[in-house]
């Protein structure tokens, strides 16, 4: 293994470590050290989709849809066609797409007045909730087992030219309407990256990214190169796993090895490498910990790492070119170059100041790539107060993004 390779592997540990405290926050006391690892996912019974988990028992009509991708993958969709109190007729569609380690029940867990998916059935739209593959409503395959490591070996770049694809074009022909599209965090990157190929330009109507990520060269710290560095060797050793689960014993017993380090305890670790969320709900946090994290794929942990460390945003780094010229034809990944996203598709960019994950400087860098884009269908909204979970899991959310997302579909419908 090369030694770009093993500090990509780190990085991806300390992203997790990122990624989970930044959800932890509210509820992490120093008494508790490694919260994190010693933290157990409620079990779902199976055959409990979320309909029948979340929005159902809200009163919410709600039908459970599956599509199969190119490559096997059998994907679950959520679909909340309108809301509690209105009419029959089923409004515009709109796609939900979730982040990274987590899935589709994020849009669902806090309360009908605050959940994104709920406020805009109630606001008369047809909404879709996507599941990422991988995760507990989308395990299955045509013919791999999850327990496989061949069901495990795809980066988010497939997630870019399947699982988006796929759904999107199921909403697009089962409702024959272009959907909007929201996404948050990986979502993000998933959509941009796609529609910096030209796909998908023609299928939807218009997205809404939510703490947009295209650069992560800016969300790194001191404290995370030096965890880099130290923690190297037994990275790769755990990380020879084709799964990523965060609350599997080998990643949780990993991250409980960084908290021990002379010098570092989790609880500094976690406020250090955590962005400040402006209103999240303590009680919402704790339901929001029931669910998640849900597991990826260790390569698209490691993708994000290497865009983390590269600074550019490219398809998977094989690392050796004889491997990269067999995929690619070529010696290095192919860039993804967000200067070329087609000027007239209707985009919202909403990030936040304290976001330490969708750095605000990384996201300048995305703005910079869309100087050409035309400017009424470009909306930066930027908000100093929010970090990465407010665009979710938010009291306020409600306030200060959606309804001005709900305004910017209304103007492509
Ligand atoms: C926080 O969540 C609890 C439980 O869902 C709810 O009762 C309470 O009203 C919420 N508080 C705010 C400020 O939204
Ligand atoms: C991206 O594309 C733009 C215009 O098409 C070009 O000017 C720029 O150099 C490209 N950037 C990269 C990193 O390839």
Redesign the pocket.
Known sequence: MSSAAWHAAVAAVVLTIILCSRLAEARVHPSHGGGLATRRRDVVPAGIGGCALAVEPLGYPCEEHEVTTVDGYILSLQRIPRGRHAGAGVGQPVLLQHGVLVDGMTWLLSSPEESLAYILADRGFDVWIANTRGTRWSKRHVSLDPSSQDYWDWSWDDLVTNDMPKMVDYVYTHTAQKPHFVGHSLGTLVALAALSEGRLVDKMKSAALLTPVAYLAHMTTPLGILLAKTFAGEAISVLGVAEFDPVAPAVTSLIKELCRHPGTNCYDLLRDFTGKNYCLNNSAVDVFLKYEPQPTSTKTMVHLAQTFRDG?LSKYDYVWPNVNEEKYGLPDPP?Y????IPSPFPLFLSYGGQDELADPADVGLLIG?LI?HDRDKLTVQYLEQFAHADFVIGTCAKDYVYNGVISFFNRFN
């Open positions: 550019v860039a170059n967000m200067s070329n790539d050409g």
